[in-house]
């Protein structure tokens, strides 16, 4: 079988999203994509890279709660033909949203996205997706 084409991949996106996790374990939860926390949202993997890419949330999660949390307000790039209705418009949902920022083919996201991916399950899969190790926090991002 061919190796993947990973030449799309945003891979600073990739480990600036790895490093916010690793730095901030508190604000990371993988089990679900978006929840209110005492410091802020806590997010899963493609909820933190949509958030680090400027996404803008469609709704509160402490207002709205748990079946509206996890879309986005739609941006230019976006599958329309993804979105759903909800409330009258058509919104994102983050998984969409971080799989297309990131550069990512399904295969790749569903492994980022798993629910049930710990910390190092995670450093695994950005390692091979980036082509490389994540480096330690504090040293240089490779190009």
């Known amino acids: 079988m061919p190796a993947p084409d990973r030449s799309r991949v945003n891979i600073p996106l990739l480990l600036a999203t790895m490093r916010h996790i690793e730095t901030h374990p508190d604000l990371w939860w993988q089990e679900d994509h978006r929840g209110p926390g005492p410091d802020g949202d806590i997010l899963d993997f493609a909820a933190r890279a949509a958030d680090l890419a ?63 991916a710990d910390l190092e399950d995670l450093q695994a899969v950005v390692a091979a997706v980036a082509g490389h190790p994540v480096p330690e926090p504090g040293t240089a991002t490779p190009a």
């Open 54 to 116: 400027g996404g803008r949330w469609a709704y509160d999660p402490i207002q709205r709660g748990a079946a509206t949390q996890n879309y986005l307000e739609p941006e230019p790039g976006d599958d329309m033909s993804r979105a759903e209705p909800i409330d009258g418009r058509l919104l994102i949902g983050v998984w969409e949203r971080a799989k297309r920022i990131l550069g990512l083919d399904d295969e790749d996201a569903a492994e980022l996205f798993r629910p049930d």
